[in-house]
């Protein structure tokens, strides 16, 4: 994860439903939100924030097919081109009898591949940092709200007092 | 809005607000341990401790000290081995196929029967290693380049399967566990007081801040990962089951096994979820979080999964007369009547008649009757297994070559090993690690909790404020 830098104003919230509605009326009246942080997921947040719709399920699709080729690949060579061996008077190469590893490889690399790509995507990873860096609470029962003032063209008292109007209980300045 | 059916009782019992999670839950991760647990813990090392000698002594000695013999060639380490590996299924059925299924009551229990999953299916891939007899040459059973003349693995072979379909499933349901442990890591390390805590739990929490972009992507993952999850744990026990439906042993021989196999699994996993559960809410005081209705819900799967295995044996013995092989009806007609007919009828009556008095709503919903009948239904899995190997094994073709098979210390020995594992891993996970999934607590916390507490509805205030407030998805939950 990119090292923050810069001046943030953080609203700090209290209620799951207060903050997933406050989004729209922030950005409505133009401040531009760096990202909301919380103890849980709020469906229909990332939809509030503006944030794309994640790809991760392309790039979980992708590691499948790789397992599932990888795997039919391995017991075609083995079986039936590097040492052809005849089992219960089935044709060296019988599919239906890979069809079970075939399964569970395919999911092997897609789990695996997923999680990783998980992790690669959000930037974390053991030792990244040790603690959320605008507010520690938001891990706890707090919900919180950080904004770049360098990327607000809204003066401080303004941001403030939008993210008080929106239910804010408090509002702290975090410099970086 | 949140809107709660009014028929049906609250999930989260105590009006708990969400710092009343995290505390309530981190409480005995953060504490020192109790002189209770010091004495669990030192009962399941000793345990432990001697399961191992017995293990080290069979490894040195070989298998000749088990009770095996040249007819019954498979016994204790099989029946033990599928045991657990029955077990091991409830966890990811919990968390897997009742996410898919939008059952919340599965949030106070998921992480603990995760954790089960995971040691449960230690203590079965420790028997298949046990069973090798020379554990050292465990690698052949994987496709390695090899100095046999490039002989492979046979992958006709379900033995084969199976050692793909166990390794498999113990590594995605690990990475399944891990992913949901991140973010009440990230809690635990953000209340630390000391700095060991805080760097251990730092390190494996991974950074986690709960960004929306996170928690988005997080919630993607879980959702495929559950979808994966699903057909992995039916394929598991289908391909434990195949290793015997694919042999020409009467008993062993039938395509009922797949189903079978797989319902007794969910059957005995949802006991073994039973028995630490009950324990673990009343230690920990979590009655708030596993409450009757929780422990009533899993009475209910009990019933069902016991019931279809019920249905199961009795097609299995219809089918075996009703086919006219006679070796196969003789096979049947010997557990019942046989020498081994105590174990055929422990089986029946803790399979298939016990659960059946769930279905009185008082008798499930007592928590001694609860616990009484879950161990009832771990032992009658347990001879399940038996009389599927040992009785099928025991009188083959020739009268010549039947015998019976007694366990030895070393058998016996061997079992109690995997119980000392389970345990010492299982206390190790309740102390060091949140037994409740605090995040996904949490987030239904709030539709489902009796009272909620005022803070949590103050969003009404907030409403009347603004104008023209936009419709979340949520909001129509």
Redesign the interface.
């Known amino acids: 994860m990119a090292e923050l830098s810069g001046k943030f104003l953080v609203g700090v919230y209290d209620d799951d439903d207060t903050v997933l509605h406050a989004v729209p009326r922030l950005r409505k009246a133009g401040v531009k939100i760096k990202e909301v942080y919380s103890p849980f997921p709020i469906h229909g947040m990332d939809e509030a924030l503006g944030h794309p719709r994640t790809r991760i399920g392309i790039a979980a699709f992708m590691f499948g097919v790789t397992g599932c080729i990888c795997a039919l690949v391995l017991m075609i060579w083995t079986m039936g081109i590097d040492w052809p061996m005849i089992v219960g008077g089935k044709d060296p190469i019988s599919i239906p009898n890979y069809i079970p590893i075939t399964f569970e490889l395919t999911v092997l690399f897609t789990a695996f591949g997923m999680v990783t790509t998980f992790f690669i995507s959000n930037g974390l990873g053991p030792g990244t940092h040790f603690h959320p860096r605008f507010d520690v609470r938001s891990t706890d029962n707090k919900f919180v709200m950080a904004i770049d003032l360098g990327r607000n063209s809204m003066s401080e008292e303004e941001i403030s007092r939008a993210l008080r109007d929106s239910g804010a209980e408090e509002v702290n300045l975090k410099q970086f | 809005m949140h809107v709660t059916s009014p028929v049906r009782e609250p999930l989260i019992q105590g009006g708990k ?3 009343d999670v ?1 505390e309530d839950i981190c409480r005995q991760v953060e504490g020192a341990p109790t002189k209770e647990w010091k004495i669990a813990f030192g009962i399941s090392l000793l345990v432990l401790a001697y399961g191992s000698a017995c293990l080290a002594w069979t490894w040195w000695e070989g298998l000749g000290v088990w009770g095996l013999n040249k007819t019954v060639g498979w016994a204790w380490d099989i029946t033990n081995f599928v045991w657990w590996v029955g077990i091991g299924h409830a966890g990811t059925l919990i968390s897997a196929i009742l996410l898919l299924f939008r059952q919340k009551w599965r949030t106070s229990i998921n992480r603990a029967a995760e954790a089960m999953t995971i040691f449960a299916v230690l203590c079965a891939a420790s028997f298949i290693l046990m069973h090798m007899g020379r554990p050292w040459m465990a690698y052949w059973a994987l ?1 390695l380049p090899n100095a046999f ?10 033995l ?2 199976d050692v ?2 166990i390794s ?1 499933y113990f ?2 349901s690990l ?2 566990w891990y ?1 949901g442990l ?2 009440d890591l ?2 635990i ?3 630390a007081t000391s700095k060991v805590s ?2 251990m739990y ?3 929490a ?16 879980s959702l ?2 559950a979808g ?2 699903t ?2 744990v039916l ?1 598991v026990h289908t ?1 434990v089951s ?1 290793d015997f439906a694919t042999s020409v042993i009467p008993g062993w021989h039938t395509t009922i096994f797949p189903p079978y196999f797989v319902a007794g699994a969910i059957f005995s996993g949802f006991a073994m979820v039973q028995n630490l559960m009950l324990i673990t809410r009343v230690v920990y005081r979590l009655e708030d979080y596993i409450t009757l209705e929780h422990i009533e819900t899993m009475n209910k799967v009990i019933t069902l999964t016991g019931s279809v295995v019920g249905v199961a044996y009795i097609t299995e013995f219809f089918i075996a007369w009703y086919s006219g092989v006679e070796y196969e009806y003789y096979a049947f007609f010997n557990r019942m009547t046989g020498p081994y007919w105590w174990a055929y009828w422990a089986m029946m009556t803790c399979n298939v008649i016990s659960p059946q008095l769930f279905w009185s709503r008082k008798l499930r919903r007592s928590i001694t009757f609860t616990f009484f009948i879950s161990v009832v239904v771990n032992i009658g899995m347990w001879f399940e297994r038996f009389v599927i190997i040992v009785t099928s094994l025991h009188r083959d073709y020739l009268p010549s070559s039947w015998a019976m098979f007694s366990p030895t210390r070393y058998d016996i020995g061997d079992y109690i090993f995997s119980f000392g594992l389970f345990f010492t891993l299982f206390l190790l996970f309740s102390k060091y690690l949140p037994v409740i999934n ?3 607590v ?2 239904v916390i ?1 539709s489902t909790s009796a009272n909620p507490p005022a ?2 509805a ?2 009404a ?3 009347q ?2 104008t023209a ?2 419709v ?3 909001d129509k ?1």
């Open positions: 607000t969400y710092a995290t496709p003349g490039s002989l492979w693995v046979n992958f006709n072979s379900p084969v399967w793909f379909a498999t590594s995605v990475v399944f992913i991140i973010p990230a809690t390390r953000d209340r805080r760097f730092g390190t494996f991974m950074g986690w801040d709960g960004s929306a972009k996170t928690w988005s992507r997080y919630e993607y993952i495929i990962l994966l999850s057909p992995l394929s391909i195949m605090m995040a996904e949490k987030a709030r803070k949590i103050g969003v205030k907030v409403r404020r603004g407030e936009p979340f998805n949520k939950e």
